[in-house]
């Protein structure tokens, strides 16, 4: 799930519209703010991911949604188990009465006329009933799946505000994710941690 929303960040370019941003010190002398000398940053997108608080309490929810449905599937099975063994109980008593001798042809026939009525009755409920968890069961699986891709897109429009903030304070012209770019030079600063700080608290 991160995966897919994660590449949507791998070759986060932010244009920061402060990269030529100047400030005016006291004594009246233009000084860029402090850049890269490549102008180019980098971050630890799974990491910062992985820090952001909004994560454990999105994991919280998910789990109380899915322990919620997953109590009333089980008490779904109960009732399916119950008309299973209805129906096998009801089973036992036609052969019972199919084959007693105690009944005249009559009563026999009126009786197993009764429980065949019984049994279809009690064999078309278990039926709608497995259908009634295998729907609820396949709902819940895809609505488990929106919250997460929903929750993880919240999280990620988090942490690209604050990571556009940041680069921005740093003049930065575009900033990309180390577990898809490799950088051999000395020049490429890490901002993760910065981005880790700010996010504290949210």
Not at 114 to 137: N, P, R, V
Not at 154 to 172: C, E, Y
């Amino acid at each position: 799930m991160y995966k897919k929303i994660l590449a949507q960040f791998l070759f986060l370019v932010l244009i920061a519209s402060l990269s030529f941003a100047v400030e005016i010190p006291i004594n009246g002398s233009l000084q860029r703010q402090k850049k890269a000398a490549n102008g180019i940053f980098f971050v630890d997108m799974e990491k910062i991911f992985d820090a952001h608080p909004m994560k454990e309490r999105f994991k919280k929810e998910i789990q109380s949604f899915a322990a919620t449905r997953k109590t009333a599937i089980e008490d779904m099975v109960k009732q399916y188990d119950a008309l299973q063994k209805q129906i096998q109980d009801i089973g036992l008593k036609i052969g019972q009465v199919q084959v007693s001798t105690e009944t005249d042809e009559a009563a026999r026939a009126d009786a197993l006329a009764d429980l065949s009525a019984k049994y279809a009755a009690a064999q078309k409920s278990a039926g709608e009933q497995k259908g009634k968890i295998a729907d609820l069961s396949a709902r819940t699986k895809s609505e488990i799946v929106a919250m997460e891709e929903k929750n993880s897109m919240l999280v990620m429009n988090d942490i690209n505000i604050v990571l556009s903030d940041i680069a921005k304070r740093h003049n930065a012209e575009i900033v990309l994710d180390k577990q898809s770019i490799l950088c051999g030079s000395e020049s490429c600063e890490d901002i993760t941690g910065e981005v880790i700080k700010k996010l504290e608290g949210r």
